[in-house]
């Protein structure tokens, strides 16, 4: 099992940026739907964007033009650029990794968007 770590996350002013990093223990290119969930207080875990192993993307619309996902599987690594960021983003993001007989979740990192 793929073992998944984020970093980049924490507390932004709203209109703010971030970065967050998912680095895998082995290779990505295996897995062919790598992506980003979100957790709100209080609120089930969500889909905030995927993204294939050629490249083809999808975004919740309350993130669509604001938030973009990229992968390096050279790097074995998933990025989620956020930008413009608002109060309601504020969530634990996960990373996940679905494959044949596969779905790992990272352990989550905490974004707070607030002034």
């Known amino acids: 099992q793929v073992q998944l770590v984020e970093s980049g996350g924490g507390l932004v002013q709203p209109g703010g940026s971030l970065r967050l990093p998912c680095l895998a223990s082995?290779?990505?290119?295996?897995?062919?739907?790598m992506g980003w969930y979100r957790q709100p207080p209080g609120k089930q875990r969500e889909l905030v964007a995927t993204i294939t192993t050629r490249g083809p993307t999808n975004y919740a619309d309350s993130v669509k033009d604001r938030f973009t996902i990229s992968r390096d599987n050279a790097k074995n690594t998933v990025y989620l650029q956020m930008n413009s960021l608002k109060p309601e983003d504020t969530a634990v993001y996960y990373c996940n990794a679905k494959g044949i007989g596969q779905n790992s979740w990272g352990q989550g990192t905490q974004v707070t968007v607030s002034a």
């Open positions: 082995g290779s990505i290119f295996s897995f062919p739907v």
